[in-house]
């Protein structure tokens, strides 16, 4: 039961997302997403490689500046390092951004919640696939789409992009599943989706419209945005806590049912990213006090590994 404590304790951010917390307007995320991009991009490091044969007539070192489309995936994936494919043609890769605007990712612990945060995630994300030429687009959903922009990769698709994210707000209950089926029907053409979501649903009926996109033979890359507090439940006082989807109250002493909480907690969770890594779904526990640099490094990873 996707669920929030009527009174929750206060605690500051760590530095690193002090960024997000001021993030009010379609300004202040444009800003975000090019500072954190910009700042991941500069911050690659170059080394030689190790134990890996490649003829350098083909390659050479990432320079800043150089395109991200160019970068062979495959050789990061064996050697962790980033090097250019000087002669490679250009792919018209198709991304599509889905991010869960439910009621249950209005939930927040600290202030920054998880609609924000995955909002400045997908701000990040469409910078780097705009700065790479990707065509990209973007959908939010509840129990069903809500507002969408198709992919592309035109001069002005990243405000259009921003400005619905900046005006993103958590609505109404939850149908994951039904609405990946809905959306994989609709994508008619073969590409890269990016899911960022609570996945607060049923496990099975996810799994399902995930491997519906699949079946289209789509990548796929989850991004499964949950606060601190909901996996190490660490509230200490009786409260109030309350169904941000159907307002379904529950008075409860957390110190009762922490163990079993947590218990089931990792249990979910390791059902999830089992279920995906055995189908070849990327997928990223994405806590809301992750830096959104670690979670751009494993979307280069899981772009690696699907590729």
Known sequence: MPSSILHPPSSD????????RIVTG????????RRVVEGFISGMHKSPFHGFSIEFSEHREYSPGDELRHIDWKVFAKTDRYYVKQYEAETNLRSTILLDTSGSMGFTSNSLTKLHYGAC?????????LRQQDATGLVTFDTEPRRSLPPRATPNQKKKI???????????????????HALAANMKRRGLVVIISDLLDDPMRILQGLKHFQHLRHDIIVFHVLDDAEIDFTFDRRAIFQDM????QLKLDPRHVRKRYRQLMQEYLRELETSCHTSRI??????????FAELLQTYLRQRARLG
């Open 121 to 129: 995630l997908a701000a990040c994300l469409t910078h780097l696939l």
């Open 162 to 180: 921003l400005e619905m994210l900046a005006n993103a707000t958590p609505g109404g209950e939850t149908d994951t599943g039904n609405v990946l």
């Open 245 to 248: 989807e159907t307002f379904e």
């Open 26 to 33: 379609l300004g202040d995320l444009k800003l975000l997403a």
């Open 282 to 291: 990327g997928y990223c526990l994405a806590r809301t006090s992750t830096p």
């Open 13 to 20: 951010l760590p530095a690193h997302l002090a960024d997000p």
